[in-house]
């Protein structure tokens, strides 16, 4: 049947006959594979070395192959000594004598609950066109596939679950990609990681991934400052900016400058900006 074939190996120079009868001569250490449906009968100069299985490919599903030497594979793609490739064709599969089956992959499944955290072996253009550079790390969620077999270039580092935010709520996203939650792009503009110590600030109602080395700060998600018409905030710039809590009335802020948010508000404190305490407000008469 085609299930499995023979590896066998000329011990000295001998014909072969494949099994419509063609022969051929072969060089003493060579190997070939004789592949069925068919009879094999070695000859005393043949050594069967193994019985290959083939392998069922199921969808999203692929095989990890390595070249053992200077090789054409079924695709007719060359291959060198010790390259390595997936090959992704559905259904019954063969390894050919130059090939070594590394393993068997499954492809992760991906949706708005699960993304997966890659690394780059070496620099390399992903399945979607991406250029990664070695070391490079990153995020494929569900905009980019539903599916998602990783390259023999990818090197898998964990399962990534979202953050949800609710209306009020928010975080503070330290070591920030500039483009967070805009999806990668793409060309070489997916390269860009994290500016390392930068922040960024979003808000619920949201759901979001953290991508590789962001963190929170202070560790958790927070809930915006709800200021009642007594309520106020003792708060002071880090650094300057330009202050936009109340629109109408923007604000320019020097490092160093301290002021009172008062309510009524709903008030998330910029990244530029720190609270000292909240108090009451008080009502000054002249």
Known sequence: NNASKDRVDAISSSSSSSPSGASRRIATGEEWTFRGPGVYHPLVTVEVV??????????????????????????????????????RREGFY????????????????????????LR???????????????????LVDSSMAQIHIPEVEEEFIRT???????????????????????GEGEGEAAAEGPTMGAKKIVEGPRSLFLKPHETLENGEIETAYILTPENALYVRSLEEHLDTTVPERPVRRRAGDKWMVCGPLRYIPSTKVQVLRKGRATLAIE
């Open 160 to 182: 990534v679950h979202p953050l949800n935010l609710s209306s009020g709520e928010y975080v503070v996203i330290v070591n920030a990609w500039a483009d967070h939650g805009e």
């Open 120 to 138: 780059a072996k070496r620099t390399f253009t992903d399945i979607y066109g991406r250029h990664r550079k070695a070391g490079a790390e990153w």
């Open 94 to 117: 063969l390894p050919e004598v130059h090939e070594k089956l590394v393993s068997k992959i499954e492809g992760f499944e991906l949706d708005l609950n699960r993304a997966i955290h």
């Open 50 to 87: 193994e019985v290959i299985k083939g392998i069922i490919v199921g969808p999203y599903e692929a095989l990890y192959l390595r070249a053992l030497c200077d090789c054409v594979d079924v695709t007719d793609t060359p291959r060198k000594t010790g390259e390595e490739w997936l090959m």
